[in-house]
């Protein structure tokens, strides 16, 4: 199924990242785009613009933040947004997301991604702050499905509700993250079936799998190593529904290049069952 949006399935595609910089200049691999961190391009010069100018130029590129907090109660940044759309024009990115989830309050960022609490109250919340950012980047802002190990007490759905309702009312994209499904699946004990059954697959632009860490009693979404069996076959489940780009994240203890685009290039078969 093809998305509403109208935004193209780029293929398998890879993270940016600094160690794998002067490979990529140096040889220019066969990769069909690449995502980068929103984060690390902003408020900075020098050495990584230039980088990410020349990577740019030859390669699609997606953006993906982690400091938007889409879920706080604190005013949506104006500084941040604006900036977020100059890199966006800077290097066409085809697409910009973030989390569902909320990084702070008070001007304090934590650095990590907080769960939402599922109510009706933080939906209209977040539906309203989803909606204007959309308005300033004049475009759909794919939010991800966040990994999670705590849950509000007193929710009114779950997560995958919430997520549908909030595509639903804002018009806004998915970034389905089929590791954080499986996380979660584990850390909350339900199914992952049941959460992809729920999905608005047409509103899936983009798709994430990613390694993680299992110690025993519960998952760390860590982006540490290679991805396993269920995940890929998670992905398998959304490709059949979804004409969406994949990506592969490895975030820490990352190998050569040639091993990482190994690993992502596994997704094509999954993709292709």
């Given at each position: 199924m093809?998305?509403r949006?109208?935004l ?14 002067g490979?990529?200049v ?5 990769v069909?785009?690449?995502?980068i961190?929103s984060?690390n391009?902003?408020?900075?010069e020098?050495?990584?613009l230039?980088f ?5 130029a030859?390669?699609p590129?997606a953006m993906?933040?982690?400091?938007l907090?889409?879920?706080s109660?604190?005013p949506?940044d ?9 890199l966006?024009?800077?290097v066409?990115a085809?697409w910009v997301s ?11 960022n ?20 989803v ?5 300033l980047?004049?475009?759909?802002l794919?939010?991800e499905?966040?990994s999670?190990?705590?849950e509000?007490?007193?929710?009114a759905?779950?997560e995958w ?20 499904v ?10 992952p079936?049941?959460y992809l059954a ?8 983009q ?5 993680h860490t299992n ?5 760390v ?5 290679p ?6 076959e ?6 059949k529904n979804?004409?969406a780009?994949v990506l592969?994240e490895?975030d ?13 290039l ?8």
């Amino acid at each position: 199924m093809s998305n509403r949006f109208g935004l193209p399935d780029l293929g398998v595609g890879l993270g940016l990242r600094t160690v794998h910089y002067g490979r990529i200049v140096e040889t220019w691999p066969e990769v069909d785009w690449f995502e980068i961190l929103s984060d690390n391009y902003m408020r900075t010069e020098g050495r990584p613009l230039d980088f990410l100018d020349r990577i740019a130029a030859r390669y699609p590129i997606a953006m993906h933040g982690v400091s938007l907090s889409i879920g706080s109660t604190d005013p949506l940044d104006r500084a941040y947004l604006a900036e977020l759309r100059a890199l966006r024009d800077r290097v066409h990115a085809r697409w910009v997301s973030d989390h569902l989830c909320w990084t702070g309050v008070g001007g304090r960022n934590t650095h990590d991604l907080l769960p939402m609490p599922y109510t009706e109250e933080a939906l209209k919340h977040v539906v309203d702050r989803v909606r204007y950012v959309q308005d300033l980047l004049g475009a759909p802002l794919a939010l991800e499905n966040p990994s999670t190990y705590v849950e509000h007490a007193g929710a009114a759905m779950r997560e995958w509700e919430f997520l549908a309702r909030l595509a639903e009312e804002a018009d806004c994209a998915l970034l389905l993250d089929v590791n954080n499904v499986y996380v979660s699946a584990f850390n909350h004990g339900f199914e992952p079936s049941e959460y992809l059954a729920a999905v608005p697959w047409d509103r899936v632009v983009q798709i994430h799998v990613a390694g993680h860490t299992n110690h025993g009693t519960h998952i760390v979404d860590t982006h540490i190593g290679p991805v396993i069996d269920p995940v890929w076959e998670l992905l398998g489940v959304a490709a059949k529904n979804a004409d969406a780009s994949v990506l592969l994240e490895w975030d820490a203890e990352i190998p050569s290049f040639e091993e990482t685009h190994a690993e992502a290039l596994r997704a094509e078969k999954w993709v292709r069952r």
